[in-house]
Protein backbone atom coordinates (compact mmCIF):
# COMPACT_ATOMS: atom_id res chain seq x y z
CA UNK A 1 0.00 0.00 0.00
CA UNK A 2 1.09 3.54 -0.98
CA UNK A 3 1.53 6.33 1.32
CA UNK A 4 -0.42 9.40 0.63
CA UNK A 5 2.42 12.28 0.05
CA UNK A 6 1.56 15.37 2.48
CA UNK A 7 0.02 17.39 -0.55
CA UNK A 8 -1.90 15.51 -1.43
CA UNK A 9 -3.45 14.82 1.61
CA UNK A 10 -3.73 18.72 2.24
CA UNK A 11 -5.62 18.81 -1.20
CA UNK A 12 -7.99 16.55 0.38
CA UNK A 13 -8.47 18.12 3.17
CA UNK A 14 -9.20 21.70 1.41
CA UNK A 15 -11.57 19.77 -0.77
CA UNK A 16 -13.39 18.51 2.00
CA UNK A 17 -14.20 22.14 3.79
CA UNK A 18 -14.94 23.73 0.35
CA UNK A 19 -18.38 25.65 0.67
CA UNK A 20 -20.47 25.25 3.34
CA UNK A 21 -19.54 22.98 6.91
CA UNK A 22 -22.50 21.65 8.64
CA UNK A 23 -22.07 18.01 9.67
CA UNK A 24 -21.47 16.75 6.23
CA UNK A 25 -19.13 18.42 3.88
CA UNK A 26 -21.04 20.06 1.07
CA UNK A 27 -18.65 21.59 -2.20
CA UNK A 28 -21.68 23.73 -3.85
CA UNK A 29 -22.23 25.96 -0.91
CA UNK A 30 -25.38 24.52 0.07
CA UNK A 31 -26.53 23.64 3.34
CA UNK A 32 -26.42 19.95 3.64
CA UNK A 33 -29.20 17.75 5.21
CA UNK A 34 -27.77 17.75 8.86
CA UNK A 35 -27.32 21.28 8.44
CA UNK A 36 -31.43 21.69 9.25
CA UNK A 37 -30.58 22.88 12.68
CA UNK A 38 -31.94 26.25 13.01
CA UNK A 39 -30.64 29.74 13.08
CA UNK A 40 -30.62 30.74 16.49
CA UNK A 41 -31.62 34.43 16.93
CA UNK A 42 -29.11 34.13 19.96
CA UNK A 43 -26.08 33.60 18.25
CA UNK A 44 -23.12 34.99 16.46
CA UNK A 45 -22.12 35.26 13.19
CA UNK A 46 -18.39 35.13 13.06
CA UNK A 47 -16.80 36.30 9.64
CA UNK A 48 -12.81 35.80 9.41
CA UNK A 49 -11.25 37.12 5.95
CA UNK A 50 -8.86 39.13 4.75
CA UNK A 51 -10.67 42.46 6.13
CA UNK A 52 -8.63 44.80 4.28
CA UNK A 53 -10.79 43.41 1.24
CA UNK A 54 -13.88 44.82 2.60
CA UNK A 55 -14.14 47.27 -0.64
CA UNK A 56 -12.98 44.58 -3.43
CA UNK A 57 -15.49 43.60 -6.36
CA UNK A 58 -14.56 40.16 -5.74
CA UNK A 59 -16.49 37.52 -3.39
CA UNK A 60 -14.70 38.23 -0.12
CA UNK A 61 -15.86 41.67 -0.20
CA UNK A 62 -19.36 40.83 -1.11
CA UNK A 63 -19.18 38.44 1.98
CA UNK A 64 -17.97 40.90 4.28
CA UNK A 65 -20.11 43.82 3.27
CA UNK A 66 -22.77 41.15 3.91
CA UNK A 67 -21.80 40.31 7.06
CA UNK A 68 -21.39 43.92 8.18
CA UNK A 69 -24.97 44.88 6.63
CA UNK A 70 -26.52 42.11 8.79
CA UNK A 71 -24.69 43.67 11.98
CA UNK A 72 -26.48 46.75 11.04
CA UNK A 73 -29.88 45.42 11.43
CA UNK A 74 -29.05 43.86 14.81
CA UNK A 75 -27.05 40.70 14.20
CA UNK A 76 -24.36 39.26 16.31
CA UNK A 77 -21.18 39.61 15.07
CA UNK A 78 -17.90 38.96 15.29
CA UNK A 79 -14.99 40.28 12.77
CA UNK A 80 -11.28 38.14 12.10
CA UNK A 81 -9.09 39.66 10.25
CA UNK A 82 -6.56 36.78 9.04
CA UNK A 83 -3.85 39.45 8.55
CA UNK A 84 -3.94 40.08 12.36
CA UNK A 85 -5.19 37.41 13.97
CA UNK A 86 -4.77 34.29 12.53
CA UNK A 87 -4.62 32.16 15.79
CA UNK A 88 -8.17 33.52 16.53
CA UNK A 89 -9.02 32.07 13.09
CA UNK A 90 -7.65 28.43 14.24
CA UNK A 91 -10.05 28.69 17.30
CA UNK A 92 -12.75 28.20 14.71
CA UNK A 93 -10.99 25.34 12.84
CA UNK A 94 -10.96 28.09 9.25
CA UNK A 95 -8.91 26.46 6.39
CA UNK A 96 -10.36 28.38 3.53
CA UNK A 97 -11.27 32.48 3.95
CA UNK A 98 -13.60 33.87 3.89
CA UNK A 99 -15.21 31.91 6.04
CA UNK A 100 -18.80 32.72 7.80
CA UNK A 101 -19.63 31.12 10.71
CA UNK A 102 -22.99 30.88 12.59
CA UNK A 103 -23.07 29.84 16.27
CA UNK A 104 -25.99 29.51 18.35
CA UNK A 105 -25.92 31.43 21.86
CA UNK A 106 -23.99 28.66 23.88
CA UNK A 107 -20.68 28.93 20.62
CA UNK A 108 -22.54 25.56 19.00
CA UNK A 109 -21.43 25.82 15.20
CA UNK A 110 -24.52 25.53 13.37
CA UNK A 111 -23.45 26.52 9.84
CA UNK A 112 -20.54 27.06 8.05
CA UNK A 113 -19.91 28.77 4.53
CA UNK A 114 -16.15 28.59 3.19
CA UNK A 115 -14.96 30.15 0.20
CA UNK A 116 -17.00 32.45 -2.28
CA UNK A 117 -18.55 30.50 -4.78
CA UNK A 118 -21.58 32.39 -5.95
CA UNK A 119 -23.48 29.14 -4.56
CA UNK A 120 -21.88 29.93 -0.89
CA UNK A 121 -22.55 33.60 -1.46
CA UNK A 122 -26.03 33.21 -2.22
CA UNK A 123 -26.76 30.15 0.51
CA UNK A 124 -25.09 32.29 3.43
CA UNK A 125 -27.30 35.64 2.84
CA UNK A 126 -30.14 33.77 3.15
CA UNK A 127 -28.92 32.77 6.20
CA UNK A 128 -27.90 36.28 7.63
CA UNK A 129 -31.44 37.44 6.24
CA UNK A 130 -33.10 34.94 7.90
CA UNK A 131 -31.65 36.42 11.64
CA UNK A 132 -31.94 39.94 10.53
CA UNK A 133 -35.49 38.97 9.93
CA UNK A 134 -36.00 37.51 13.20
CA UNK A 135 -34.64 40.91 14.68
CA UNK A 136 -37.60 42.71 13.94
Not at 28 to 54: I, Q, Y
Not at 104 to 127: F, H, Q, W
Request: glycine letters at 8%; one cysteine or more.
Amino acid sequence: MKTLTPWLVAAIALLGVAGCRSGEPSRDGSPSASAAAPLAAGGTVVLVANLGEAEDECGCGEIIRDVRAAAQKGVSTKEIDTRTNKDEAKKYHVLVVPAVVFLDASGKELRRYEGESEETIKNMKVDLDTLASAKK
